[in-house]
């Protein structure tokens, strides 16, 4: 994979032999060795998002096939079998007992994370799971646990890490001119009235605060039920997390489900040494490094780049990077641990908001955490997952 970001490769060669849609042969990636996935879950993020790069990476000559998958709806068995091909099956055990799989991609309800992924992991099987992990620290580290007691690869659905904006953030943090850096600030906001703040949808930025800032030690929330929309009972729809990191630096992150979803949703900031980058909407990268000189910037052109949805959101690359490092050609990107990591944030928000604001140190036990929060959540009336 290149140095500066994923999925761009096919047009660098492409274009200059006048393949523009990077379709061309690619005798390189054509000749790595056949993948054989499994999805477990089909629903709208395996059709929406991930089976669609699973298509744009056969366009572009890498040997992956998904040869079955698992949902217990005829319906859209009938309809995922028929547009994007592999058996369809009614249960995970099923398709286990009768597929030989080289790895299994789970899209499954978040209640039955932990559940799918023992059992492939018990089959020996690499195992790609959405997020959160799990919602149970408990069973997020036994699932960590096993996958590294087999020596089998375990990652977790972190997507914006692979999209381009994001990618080229951390090498500015890594190589420069924003080293060091002494401050984060993330926002992440949503119009759903159905979410569960902190793991339906905070938690991409919360993995995202990691992966440019490395690991936090504290935190402290804020939050409030101001409007009382969330059908699911919710304990809060606005939500700020304070941290401090190992490093010594400084952050923040607020959140929302009761903004707009289809206006300006996330932004992070970066601050360093009288240099500092932002990413807007996992589109655009700025970097300010000179007090008189130019700011500069990167960002597609739509619609006249060759860019698809699949690849820059990170999709593509994230099912790249897995399939490669089921052959045993890359290190992932993301682990299970990281996934782990991300909910602890979670988790630890909420434990903060029960004890009202109190600044709650991290690492947590994981079994008095799980409790201590599924307990403030279900005294505001949430039915669980």
Same mark, same amino acid.
């Given at each position: 994979?290149?140095?500066?970001?994923?999925?761009?490769?096919?047009?660098?060669?492409?274009?200059?032999?006048?393949?523009?849609?990077?379709?061309?042969?690619?005798?390189?990636?054509?000749?790595?060795?056949?993948?054989?996935?499994?999805?477990?879950?089909?629903?709208?993020?395996?059709?929406?998002?991930?089976?669609?790069?699973?298509?744009?990476?056969?366009?572009?000559?890498?040997?992956?096939?998904?040869?079955?998958?698992?949902?217990?709806?005829?319906?859209?068995?009938?309809?995922?079998?028929?547009?994007?091909?592999?058996?369809?099956?009614?249960?995970?055990?099923?398709?286990?007992?009768?597929?030989?799989?080289?790895?299994?991609?789970?899209?499954?309800?978040?209640?039955?994370?932990?559940?799918?992924?023992?059992?492939?992991?018990?089959?020996?099987?690499? *195992?790609? =799971?959405?997020?959160?992990?799990?919602?149970?620290? !408990? %069973?997020? /580290?036994?699932?960590?646990?096993?996958? $590294? @007691?087999?020596?089998?690869?375990?990652?977790?659905?972190?997507?914006?890490?692979?999209?381009?904006?994001?990618?080229?953030?951390?090498?500015?943090?890594?190589?420069?001119?924003?080293?060091?850096?002494?401050?984060?600030?993330?926002?992440?906001?949503?119009?759903?009235?159905?979410?569960?703040?902190?793991?339906?949808?905070?938690?991409?930025?919360?993995?995202?605060?990691?992966?440019?800032?490395?690991?936090?030690?504290?935190?402290?929330?804020?939050?409030?039920?101001?409007?009382?929309?969330?059908?699911?009972?919710?304990?809060?729809?606005?939500?700020?997390?304070?941290?401090?990191?190992?490093?010594?630096?400084?952050?923040?992150?607020?959140?929302?489900?009761?903004?707009?979803?289809?206006?300006?949703?996330?932004? *992070?900031? =970066?601050?360093?040494?009288?240099?500092?980058?932002? !990413? %807007?909407? /996992?589109?655009?990268?700025?970097?300010? $490094? @000179?007090?008189?000189?130019?700011?500069?910037?990167?960002?597609?052109?739509?619609?006249?780049?060759?860019?698809?949805?699949?690849?820059?959101?990170?999709?593509?690359?994230?099912?790249?990077?897995?399939?490669?490092?089921?052959?045993?050609?890359?290190?992932?990107?993301?682990?299970?641990?990281?996934?782990?990591?991300?909910?602890?944030?979670?988790?630890?928000?909420?434990?903060?908001?029960?004890?009202?604001?109190?600044?709650?140190?991290?690492?947590?036990?994981?079994?008095?955490?799980?409790?201590?929060?599924?307990?403030?959540?279900?005294?505001?009336?949430?039915?669980?997952?």
């Amino acid at each position: 994979m290149p140095e500066d970001t994923y999925g761009f490769t096919p047009y660098r060669k492409s274009i200059e032999l006048g393949d523009v849609y990077g379709i061309g042969y690619d005798e390189e990636r054509a000749s790595r060795h056949r993948i054989r996935l499994g999805f477990v879950g089909a629903g709208g993020v395996a059709q929406s998002k991930h089976l669609p790069a699973i298509k744009r990476l056969q366009a572009i000559w890498e040997p992956v096939e998904v040869v079955a998958f698992v949902t217990p709806d005829e319906g859209q068995g009938e309809k995922v079998q028929h547009i994007f091909g592999g058996r369809w099956y009614g249960k995970l055990e099923d398709m286990l007992a009768v597929e030989e799989l080289d790895g299994v991609v789970i899209c499954s309800p978040d209640s039955l994370h932990a559940e799918h992924c023992l059992a492939c992991l018990e089959r020996n099987l690499p *195992v790609l =799971v959405e997020k959160p992990i799990t919602r149970s620290l !408990v %069973d997020a /580290q036994r699932i960590c646990r096993l996958a $590294d @007691d087999k020596g089998l690869p375990l990652m977790t659905v972190s997507n914006k890490r692979y999209a381009p904006p994001y990618f080229r953030a951390r090498k500015l943090i890594e190589q420069g001119p924003v080293t060091n850096p002494a401050m984060y600030v993330g926002k992440f906001n949503l119009g759903y009235n159905y979410v569960d703040l902190f793991e339906a949808g905070t938690i991409h930025i919360f993995d995202m605060t990691r992966y440019l800032m490395g690991d936090i030690q504290k935190i402290r929330c804020i939050g409030n039920d101001r409007y009382h929309r969330n059908k699911r009972r919710y304990p809060v729809d606005n939500a700020i997390s304070t941290f401090e990191f190992a490093s010594g630096a400084v952050g923040t992150v607020y959140t929302s489900s009761t903004a707009l979803s289809f206006k300006p949703w996330e932004r *992070v900031e =970066v601050y360093g040494d009288h240099a500092w980058l932002e !990413v %807007d909407d /996992q589109y655009k990268l700025t970097f300010h $490094d @000179d007090e008189t000189g130019p700011s500069k910037y990167w960002t597609p052109v739509f619609p006249n780049t060759l860019i698809f949805d699949e690849e820059f959101g990170g999709f593509m690359g994230m099912l790249e990077n897995f399939i490669q490092v089921i052959r045993g050609a890359e290190k992932p990107l993301v682990t299970g641990w990281d996934g782990y990591r991300a909910y602890e944030l979670a988790r630890a928000s909420e434990i903060s908001l029960a004890r009202h604001s109190e600044v709650v140190s991290i690492p947590l036990e994981p079994s008095s955490a799980d409790q201590e929060a599924n307990t403030w959540l279900e005294s505001h009336g949430w039915p669980g997952n």
